[in-house]
């Protein structure tokens, strides 16, 4: 389908119809991954339910898939993104979100802890979360100097309080909870 050693592009990206695979591009690579678990989108559920109420106006909150534009050779689609309300078009954020989260799965734990907040560095995104469902843990970075910096972690039962991007306290195994 592609020719073999080109980078490929947010066009090439859009002709991929396969809905079962969530598919992204990091400087014009292909990154091809599972659909999620169940364990996975819990947390995103209830991730969501915690940052909505907290979101000033002229920022969303949403569940992948997103599409993140960062540039015409990497478009990558966080488990959840807040972007300002002026960067969403009627496809994709275009530009670089306000905070990205990663719920870390077996097959994409290199790609979410090195590949992708290294990229959203580079891009300028000033928040990126990372949260292992299996431990269950959560570690928040910000950007400072151009590379990220924990600004909070917590496992378990634990609290993680946090100032910005929201005031905001999360307990890691609420994240996981079947209530």
């Not at 569940?63 to 959840?80: G, R």
């Not at 790609?111 to 843990?137: H, M, S």
């Not at 400072?144 to 910096?149: F, L, P, R």
């Not at 991007?165 to 307990?171: G, I, T, V």
Request: hydrophobic share 40%.
């Amino acid at each position: 389908m592609f020719a073999h050693g080109d980078r490929l592009t947010r066009r090439d990206l859009e002709t991929i119809s396969d809905e079962r695979r969530r598919y992204e591009l990091v400087d014009g690579t292909l990154l091809v991954s599972p659909s999620p678990r169940p364990l996975h989108q819990r947390v995103v559920a209830r991730l969501l339910a915690a940052l909505t109420p907290v979101c000033p106006a002229d920022c969303e909150v949403l569940p992948a898939p997103v599409d993140v534009v960062l540039d015409e050779f990497t478009v990558m689609i966080p488990d959840v993104v807040v972007g300002r309300r002026e960067t969403f078009t009627e496809r994709a954020l275009v530009g670089v979100p306000v905070l990205a989260v990663e719920v870390v799965s077996p097959s994409s734990r290199h790609i979410d802890r090195f590949l992708k907040p290294a990229r959203l560095a580079l891009a300028g995104c000033p928040y990126y979360w990372v949260i292992e469902p299996n431990e269950p843990t959560l570690s928040c970075f910000r950007l400072a100097d151009g590379e990220y910096v924990l600004d909070g972690e917590a496992s378990g039962d634990d609290v993680v309080r946090l100032e910005e991007p929201y005031r905001l306290e999360l307990r890691p195994a609420d994240l996981v909870s079947t209530y």
